[in-house]
């Protein structure tokens, strides 16, 4: 029986990569076999402990490695869980994970894919570096038949029965002609050592007549004693659990004592991986009773603003047959998650005093870890201390709360923040300029948790946090400069009202305003017009949008002018039209879309033309 299958097409342009574009390491092929190997054991041990029908006939779990010189291949071969058919073709003929568009994509622009191979989870196929065809007999274990799998990566694979007398994998590599460094048992030895030492199964090279020998010291390094590790040890075991080629920025081992025991060997990537922010990608720490492994990606182990964190817990004090269920509902799991939430953030906060270097975890995970204000209720305060942003003050520079309110104005009671698409239009938002005007520093708040977070935290050491337009005495700007007259002006902001009417609540005069003529705004504790408008991109239906605010600068020549023929009842279909194009400028310094560009641009036209004219009158 034989059938023949294509691959899906992400894994072709995938392999068309492995096998056409890398040339350099290409040994870290064996440590993702290893790897892959080892999780399989990992799977086997875990069935064992809760089906002890298949423990039986499980033996003692290892991984072989056997080079053949003669027929030039290398067999890497497991006794772990194993494959079925389904499997084989769902897991070898598919890449199940969203980002591999992404990883192409990242490959075709950035060159470099070895970077990228681990992290996206494409391990295997990594063998079609050095090998024209890969074989793989599998048997799963608890199951009676066997399969082979069969590719030379190129269109796609074949499966055939097979035979196997136990549970397990053989991947055989059939080596490529410039690939036959890879039969030489010095050099494996030495890939092995350097990639995979800490793999917690022996690991076992074939020498042929000179027998076999275990390669790989193996021991849980978590369980060791820091002291006994190097900073190479602590790397490779990185690269191992997070699938991540980066070197860690952070590092925390630790030994938790007390009422509950448990030991912690957590990192912080230095990079941020592409799906830092795609909801359905599985995250979390792996557990570990008493070295033994229990479950990979536990997201009961930490909060989702740490979801970055990648490391391993493990507690003697947890029963060996723990499932996902009880892990949801186990108060020691949500005492080890409170412990080690606590150690992190005191690291961070270690950290954060150098600011370079607390700068660089930022950019990588700040808009996650920020998420921590929300939905932190216990460590509020501690996650906003640690927190960094973009404000008025410095736009190159990130500044820390405190940093914000060493620098208030001293009749200043409040923090100020604006949010917005990108630092840029911030910045020139014609509600900050009476800020600008009176010194007051406001955060600039670009990420879509920026919506949230202050609706929670509304004071951080007793100062209140505030969204501009909920500005209060601090603002008040004297001046002595010519105004619209109280009266007219109240007519124009009716009459301009009126001509709005589809599209402003209202138009109000305001003391805000120091250089633009009208600024856009909502009612105060109505969603931000930002906020409606990242909704709107994510095609979720506002229920309602909030009440728009047309704010008129009373101080503006162009609105003196105008109260002043509004007054004299002078050429109302030209207020008109400048009304309508004052309120497309509101909308263009907001970063929203204007209704009739054309109507704007047409007008603009004229009204630049007739002010080149006058000039040229002038001179
Ligand atoms: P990843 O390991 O990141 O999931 P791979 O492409 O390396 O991605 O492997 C894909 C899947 O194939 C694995 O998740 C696993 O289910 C299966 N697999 C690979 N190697 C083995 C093996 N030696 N034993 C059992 N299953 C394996």
């Given amino acids: 029986m034989s059938e023949k299958i294509n ?17 350099s390491e290409r040994q870290i092929f064996l440590r993702e076999l290893i790897s892959n190997a080892s999780d399989a054991c990992d799977k086997l041990h875990y069935l064992c402990l809760t089906n002890p029908e298949i423990g039986k006939t499980a033996g003692e779990m290892k991984i072989k490695i056997t080079p053949n010189i003669e027929e030039k291949n290398l067999t890497i071969e497991d006794n772990g869980i194993g494959m079925n058919k389904d499997d084989l073709i769902t897991h070898l003929g598919t890449i199940a994970k969203s980002g591999t568009a992404d990883f192409v994509k990242n490959v075709k622009e950035n060159g470099s894919a070895m970077d990228l191979i681990g992290q ?77 030492d800490h793999i917690d199964y022996p690991i076992v ?184 942003f973009i404000s008025t003050n410095d736009p190159e520079k990130l500044t820390s709360l405190d940093e914000y309110i060493s620098r208030m104005q001293p009749e200043q009671k409040s923090i100020y923040y604006i949010t917005g698409d990108d630092v840029k239009t911030l910045m020139n938002n014609p509600q900050l300029e009476a800020f600008k005007a009176k010194g007051i520093e406001v955060l600039l708040l670009t990420d879509p948790i920026d919506e949230f977070w202050p609706q929670v935290l509304t004071t951080y050491k007793e100062k209140a946090i505030k969204h501009i337009s909920q500005a209060d005495e601090d603002l008040k700007v004297e001046r002595n ?66 009440t728009r605010i047309l704010e008129v600068n009373p101080y503006h020549p162009l609105i003196i002018k105008l109260s002043e023929m509004i007054h004299e009842d002078k050429n109302k279909a030209k207020i008109e039209e400048i009304t309508r194009l004052l309120l497309d400028q509101a909308k263009i310094a907001e970063g929203e879309a204007i209704t009739n560009p054309s109507f704007y641009t047409e007008k603009m036209g004229e009204y630049m033309l007739f002010g080149l004219n006058e000039t040229d009158k002038a001179v």
């Avoid at 691959?7 to 096998?19: R, T, Y």
């Fill in 7 to 23: 691959f899906q097409a992400e894994v072709g342009k995938l392999l068309d990569i492995m096998i056409n574009s890398i040339y």
């Fill in 481 to 546: 400069e010519p105004k619209a007259e109280e009266g007219s002006l109240d007519k124009l902001t009716h009459f301009m009202a009126d001509i709005l009417k589809e599209e402003v609540g209202k138009v109000e005069s305001t003391d805000k305003l120091t250089k633009s003529p009208v600024s856009l705004t909502v009612e105060n504790g109505q969603m931000s017009i930002h906020l409606e408008r990242l909704m709107r991109n994510h095609q979720q239906q506002t229920a309602f949008a909030s």
């Fill in 120 to 196: 996206f989870g494409v391990g295997f196929y990594s063998a079609f570096m050095v090998a024209e065809k890969v074989e793989v007999t599998t048997r799963k274990a608890g199951e009676e038949k066997a399969y082979c799998w069969t590719s030379n990566g190129v269109e796609g694979f074949e499966i055939t029965d097979a035979k196997r007398e136990s549970n397990g994998t053989s991947i055989k590599l059939y080596l490529k002609e410039d690939a036959k460094e890879f039969l030489d048992s010095i050099y494996l030895r030495q890939i092995i050592r350097l990639y995979s």
């Fill in 205 to 388: 090279l074939d020498l042929g007549k000179a027998g076999e020998e275990t390669v790989n010291t193996g021991s849980a390094l978590w369980a060791k004693n820091k002291a006994e590790i190097t900073d190479d040890q602590y790397k490779e075991f990185y690269h191992h659990i997070s699938k991540n080629f980066d070197d860690p920025w952070l590092r925390l081992h630790f030994k938790a004592e007390g009422n509950i025991e448990y030991t912690g060997l957590l990192y912080i990537p230095s990079e941020q991986p592409y799906d830092l922010f795609q909801p359905d990608k599985k995250q979390g720490l792996k557990l570990y009773v008493n070295k033994v492994f229990i479950s990979d990606k536990v997201e009961e182990l930490l909060p989702t603003y740490l979801r970055f964190v990648k490391g391993v817990i493990d507690s003697a004090d947890l029963s060996l047959n723990i499932s996902r269920e009880m892990l949801q509902q186990s108060p020691l799991i949500a005492k080890i998650k409170q412990g080690t939430v606590s150690r992190l953030l005191k690291e961070l906060k270690k950290r954060s005093e150098n600011a370079d270097d607390y700068a660089k975890f930022w950019s990588a995970f700040g808009a996650a870890f920020k998420e921590g204000i929300y939905e932190d209720m216990s460590n509020r305060n501690e996650v906003a201390e640690l927190s960094r």
